[in-house]
């Protein structure tokens, strides 16, 4: 009993609430009103359009990465160094936590 008289209350106050709403449209002189004034023609506008899409590029700006740089080294030489390193024990190898020291 106590569930369907909470449903009716609810339902009542739902259907109370909802009439002091309502969509209007605004009032051209209120300050919500959209106001677009141009002295553009519509060719104009669209050839900028039309040269911003030819001209954009997907980069953003400052989002260039640094060239890679070309060593005289081969790459297998200084992995085999690297190997020797790390059996002689002059580098780490696994993860670092932080705490070894």
């Known amino acids: 009993m106590n569930k369907s008289y909470a449903f009716v ?6 259907a109370i609430a909802s009439t002091g709403v309502r969509a209007e449209t605004p009032d051209l002189s209120s300050q919500f009103a959209l106001h677009s004034d141009s002295s553009r023609s519509r060719a104009e506008v669209l050839a900028e359009a039309v040269t911003k899409v030819k001209t954009h590029s997907q980069e953003p700006a400052g989002s260039r990465v640094a060239a890679t740089v070309q060593s005289a080294v081969p790459s297998a030489i200084v992995r085999g160094e690297a190997a020797q390193a790390l059996r002689l024990g002059k580098i780490r190898s696994g993860e670092l936590t932080g705490l070894e020291g």
């Open 9 to 14: 209350a609810l339902a009542t106050f739902a």
